[in-house]
């Protein structure tokens, strides 16, 4: 799943892809790359952020959106508001990617209505008070328990459990050692019932690992946790950089086919 931001100011990359004409070209970009998914999002999620109305949301999203739909891409709108995921499924997204697990008033409603499929996240408190003093007593657990609800709360809302896929969330609402503490126990939360969806791309723990800011060892440290992911569970990586990523997991597709049968 390839990331583009038609945002001022998202963490990574906000301003550089504002423009919906901008937006385009990357997203085209990424998809020749490999995406399978483009992601496309009209509001920061990073920590601190300020929320956007629905008009400057949409304003922003559907030419992008309706553009890419019509190139015969599949879409994902990253919203948590009910009126821009009706716009965004009506233009041709066929993914909500929503980082409130459609906890917002009349999210849960709009996404049964829809017959959409969705990408339930976790996060700990929202996007301007998530990274003030998360805490656990057990950050996998909690956060399969969790999942597990929101499967449970969508499935008795009238969406089919088939059309559900679930995230940790990493970054919202965690620090770096529950950041670190979740990538162990993926595994586990590839046991929730759903297809597990892993956003690492360029966080902040990513660059703490690195041990580096320079962007070039932050894009692969990147693409090696998402090669993890996807040992660990992962049916979806979401990612910036998709051509380094698709080169590491294409090594890792060949090394199999040449790893001796026991």
Do not use: W
Not at 135 to 155: G, P, W
Not at 209 to 225: F, N, T
């Amino acid at each position: 799943m390839g990331i583009v931001n038609v945002t001022p100011d998202s963490f990574s990359d906000g301003g550089r892809y504002f423009g919906s004409g901008d937006a385009l070209i990357h997203a085209r970009k990424l998809v020749k790359q490999g995406a399978g998914v483009i992601d496309i999002g009209g509001e920061s999620t990073r920590p601190g952020a300020v929320p956007v109305s629905v008009d400057q949301e949409l304003d922003r999203v559907l030419p992008v959106v309706e553009a890419l739909a019509a190139d015969g891409v599949l879409v994902s709108i990253d919203t948590s508001k009910p009126q821009v995921m009706q716009e965004a499924v009506q233009a041709g997204a066929c993914l909500i990617n929503d980082v409130f697990a459609l906890r917002q008033p009349g999210a849960l409603e709009m996404a049964a209505s829809l017959q959409a499929n969705v990408i339930l996240m976790h996060m700990q408190g929202t996007p301007r008070t998530m990274q003030d003093q998360p805490s656990y007593k057990d950050v996998v657990m909690e956060i399969r328990n969790f999942l597990t609800q929101r499967i449970e709360a969508c499935h008795a809302a009238g969406l089919d459990r088939s059309r559900l896929l679930v995230d940790p969330g990493f970054g919202f609402g965690k620090t770096r050692e529950h950041n670190c503490t979740l990538l162990g126990g993926l595994g586990q939360l590839a046991e929730c019932g759903a297809p597990l969806v892993v956003g690492i791309s360029r966080k902040s723990f990513v660059r703490a690992l690195a041990r580096s800011c320079e962007p070039e060892d932050v894009k692969e440290v990147s693409a090696l946790l998402a090669l993890l992911a996807v040992e660990r569970g992962a049916a979806i990586v979401r990612v910036h950089d998709v051509g380094l990523t698709k080169r590491f997991l294409d090594i890792r597709h060949d090394l199999k086919l040449f790893s001796p049968v026991h």
